[in-house]
């Protein structure tokens, strides 16, 4: 959403394993009445916006398909089912709520502070796992790369259960170290460059690990939070209060006095992670769909990537042009369902899309970018610090054992 007064892009879940949405689209965040942007600043701040909501969609969209190839039941993403889909609505509503009474009653430093502890690990370990890929090419062949083992166990002899088992190498521990830097950068100075970087990586980890099971399940999702958006943002002042409260990187965020004061500008423009994630995971299922066709095209993933980019800058123009905040689905689900169900007809594979399954299966001739060993643990665990305003399902995160695939 956007207005005048300074609303941070949304609330977390504590312990969820799937994700709802932030509904918030974008906003003017730290600004006071008194502030008033320039046209160069406030194109500059939108459309740096836009710029990094595309880059998570597209890539974690790409290393999906990489992951969906995966044969080594570990490391499967987390699949959203129908079920799921049509209780995710529900849930957010009731943590969204929870929230706002939460904050009502405990002190918001407090509160804050734990969250900033927590989402600083979450969002280390989400760093180093969107870097692994890019360091495993810049690594030379003759780097000694070790490889590690962490095994944590309960019990003994017959009745002895894995709790923890981590495999990792080199590599890994560099980009974890890179990770914590910044980590320890946006817990002390909450920088807006620190709280992107985290934001990119929780948003690129929903889309990659996040997998819709079919487009019927994308429609319920997309629809229930559809109407979810609207209520909060436009029935109550609930979403509000909440993201007043809240501090997290669970959103991107560019100054709009960037050209007036530099990196220490401080009334920023806005977007949250759930208009990133929720439409980027129904993308990322359009582009498997692409690949199990075998047509060497992408047309379903383009089109709907190009019906996000259109969404996304009708919000924005409704939202500058009326001065209120908007909900951004209320724009970005009727474009990235309407404009793929449009193509799917006009080729005569309406009934094909609806019918494709989303599977784990190696699809021959698809695109891989590369490997992509992790230390960061369940695929849930980092999409439940992506969470925007309200949040999944009841179940805890499986355990998984880790390990580092053979690089392409």
Avoid at 18 to 26: C, K, P, Q, V
Wanted: aromatic share 12%.
């Amino acid at each position: 959403m956007s207005e005048a007064e300074p609303i941070p892009a949304s609330a977390p879940e504590a312990a969820a394993v799937l994700n709802a949405t932030d509904s918030n689209g974008t906003e003017a965040l730290n600004a006071t009445a008194k502030f008033v942007a320039t046209p160069e600043g406030t194109a500059l701040a939108y459309g740096s916006l836009v710029l990094m909501a595309l880059l998570p969609i597209f890539f974690g969209a790409l290393r999906s398909v990489s992951c969906s190839k995966s044969k080594n039941s570990s490391d499967m993403p987390e699949t959203i089912t129908s079920r799921d889909a049509a209780r995710f609505p529900i849930i957010a509503s009731c943590t969204l709520f929870g929230l706002y009474l939460f904050f009502k009653v405990f002190s918001q430093e407090y509160i804050n502070l734990l969250l900033s502890v927590y989402f600083f690990g979450l969002g280390v370990l989400a760093l180093s796992h969107t870097m692994s890929p890019l360091m495993s090419r810049i690594f030379p062949e003759s780097f000694p790369n070790k490889q590690y083992q962490l095994l944590f166990t309960q019990g003994s002899g017959e009745s002895k259960e894995e709790i923890v088992n981590y495999e990792f190498d080199t590599k890994n521990l560099v980009c974890l170290l890179i990770s914590s830097v910044v980590g320890v950068w946006y817990l002390f100075k909450k920088h807006w460059i620190a709280n992107n970087l985290f934001g990119l990586a929780f948003a690129l980890n929903g889309v990659e690990l996040l997998h819709l099971n079919n487009v019927s399940t994308g429609c319920i999702l997309l629809g229930g939070l559809f109407v979810y958006d609207v209520f909060w943002v436009f029935g109550t002042n609930v979403m509000v209060t909440v993201a007043k409260s809240f501090e997290a990187p669970i959103k991107l965020v560019f100054p709009q006095d960037l050209l007036e004061k530099g990196l220490e500008a401080s009334n920023f423009a806005m977007l949250g992670l759930g208009d990133i994630v929720i439409p980027g995971i129904f993308i990322a299922l359009l582009l498997r769909f692409d690949v199990s066709l075998k047509k060497n095209s992408r047309t379903y993933f383009y089109s709907s990537f190009l019906a996000y980019i259109f969404g996304l800058g009708l919000t924005i123009f409704v939202m500058h042009t009326f001065k209120h905040a908007q909900p951004a689905l209320l724009y970005l689900v009727p474009a990235c369902v309407g404009f793929p169900v449009i193509v799917a007809l006009f080729k005569g594979e309406l009934t094909e899309m609806f019918s494709y399954e989303s599977s784990q299966e190696v699809l021959p001739g698809s695109p891989r970018l590369t490997s992509y060993p992790t230390v960061s643990g369940s695929p849930a665990s980092l999409a439940s610090s992506m969470d925007a305003v309200a949040m999944a399902t009841g179940s805890s995160p499986r355990r998984r054992r880790l390990q580092p695939t053979p690089h392409m």
